[in-house]
């Protein structure tokens, strides 16, 4: 695995294609989604 975050592609079906070929597992992906909600969550109660 990498460490290539998703934000870096270009498109859902580049990350299918990492995904594909395991180059990045789908599980990863998620997870660093869900951290960047969550980052985003706590920013937004710190404002709030």
Same mark, same amino acid.
């Given at each position: 695995?990498? =460490?290539?975050?998703?934000?870096?592609?270009? =498109?859902? =079906?580049?990350?299918?294609? @990492?995904?594909?070929?395991?180059?990045?597992?789908? @599980?990863?992906? @998620?997870?660093?989604? @869900?951290?960047?909600?969550?980052?985003?969550?706590?920013?937004?109660?710190?404002?709030?």
């Amino acid at each position: 695995m990498n =460490s290539v975050t998703p934000e870096q592609y270009q =498109s859902a =079906s580049e990350i299918a294609d @990492l995904v594909a070929t395991r180059e990045i597992s789908a @599980l990863e992906i @998620l997870e660093r989604h @869900l951290n960047k909600i969550e980052e985003h969550e706590r920013m937004f109660m710190l404002l709030t």
